[in-house]
């Protein structure tokens, strides 16, 4: 189980999500719930800015409901975000007879102030929506299954930090050579 932080990069708003499956697959399915006209912040933020105006991170792996509940309300607490529990991805019956959003159907905005304070949790590293691997393609109740998918994405975290690291020493270096360069033009003018 997981909590998930989707982030409109835009306008900095953060959603706050919990899935048993993978986040990738919960975010193509509120997509596709955009799309098809459902009301709710998300949804409107979703066809308003784009699909690609959004960053997608895995925030926690929970092994227990309770877990998962207590690492969702940090979640909601830390980012003062906006819970994505409760939300609807597919129209009701109500919905497909008659097209005018009735009051009852509103989401209300649940921010973290509104919300129990707890604890901080450590967060966990940003999913690519793009990534090369899906880690968990279904619902994970083995322990043996719930070690892996956490080794897997502390491999995934390791990978990205060397390659941040590397993106960074490239920096460094060009940096460098820049500054020798200027400071080899400013001897020649004295």
Not at 175 to 181: C, D, K, L, N, Y
Request: net charge positive; with cysteine.
């Amino acid at each position: 189980m997981i909590v998930f932080t989707l982030t409109n990069t835009l306008s900095g708003q953060v959603y706050v999500g919990t899935t048993q499956d993978c986040p990738q697959r919960r975010w193509g399915q509120l997509c596709a719930a955009a799309h098809e006209g459902l009301e709710d912040d998300l949804f409107s933020d979703i066809r308003h800015c784009g699909e690609n105006s959004f960053e997608l991170r895995e925030w926690a792996v929970a092994e227990s409901l309770s877990e998962l509940r207590q690492l969702a309300e940090e979640a909601l607490t830390e980012h003062d975000a906006l819970s994505l529990q409760g939300i609807r991805t597919r129209p009701t019956r109500r919905a497909t007879r008659d097209t005018t959003p009735q009051p009852s159907q509103a989401s209300p905005k649940r921010s973290a102030a509104q919300r129990k304070a707890s604890t901080v949790g450590t967060a966990t590293p940003a999913v690519s929506m793009d990534g090369p691997e899906k880690l968990p393609t279904g619902r994970v109740r083995n322990s043996d299954k719930e070690r892996k998918l956490r080794a897997a994405i502390e491999q995934q975290k390791i990978e990205r930090l060397a390659q941040e690291r590397a993106q960074q020493q490239a920096q460094a270096d060009e940096m460098a050579a820049i500054m020798a360069r200027i400071d080899s033009r400013g001897g020649k003018r004295s």
